[in-house]
């Protein structure tokens, strides 16, 4: 009988969101007006190249191949730990989001503020947890190939999370500004 890898254990959490995004993503509120094509294939290829370089063996470098450590069962297992969070963050956050969500940005018809759950403490608590998960396997993994993924991935989050202030911004103006005063922005506020 063969036994389950490190590998498999920290890939768990991450089926577990593709199928929760999958299930939830047809229970939205029409969309009311939504970003530009070309920002969001911009977004999209940014977001493929992290994947690729995360959860496939390419690497356009050798470089990226390299041991950013040598293998530390500790590492391993916090790597793990922490994708198990970032997962579960990101998870909390679609759920308490509900229908105003979107994969674009968009302003929803009756788009609601959100300002529960994970949403008091940090203004794009998904992009937070897939942020964490990223960082956690890439330290599963140990070269470089996961850092620079960990590095496009927030790069990409971070472009279209000011895109999404923008949005919400136009939408709720005065009311919008005074929640982004009171939490941070990808990590709570201290």
């Not at 960082?135 to 599963?140: I, S, Y």
Request: aromatic fraction near 14%.
């Amino acid at each position: 009988m063969n036994s389950i890898s490190i590998w498999q254990i920290d890939m768990l959490p991450w089926y577990a969101f593709i199928v929760y995004w999958l299930i939830t993503a047809f229970r939205v509120k029409p969309t009311k007006s939504t970003e530009p094509v070309a920002t969001r294939l911009f977004t999209l290829s940014m977001m493929v190249l992290a994947f690729m370089l995360m959860f496939s063996r390419w690497a356009p470098f050798p470089w990226l191949r390299w041991r950013v450590t040598a293998p530390n069962p500790g590492i391993t297992w916090a790597g793990v730990v922490l994708t198990y969070i970032g997962a579960a963050i990101a998870i909390w956050a679609r759920t308490v989001l509900g229908s105003n969500w979107s994969a674009r940005v968009t302003v929803k018809e009756g788009h609601e503020l959100t300002r529960t759950g994970p949403y008091a403490y940090v203004r794009h608590p998904i992009y937070t947890g897939l942020l964490f998960s990223m960082l956690g396997t890439a330290l599963v993994i140990g070269e470089w190939r996961g850092f620079a993924a960990v590095v496009l991935i927030t790069l990409a989050h971070a472009l279209k999370a000011k895109r999404e202030e923008e949005a919400m911004i136009g939408e709720f103006g005065e009311q919008y500004q005074q929640y982004r005063s009171t939490t941070g922005f990808l990590l709570p506020r201290l």
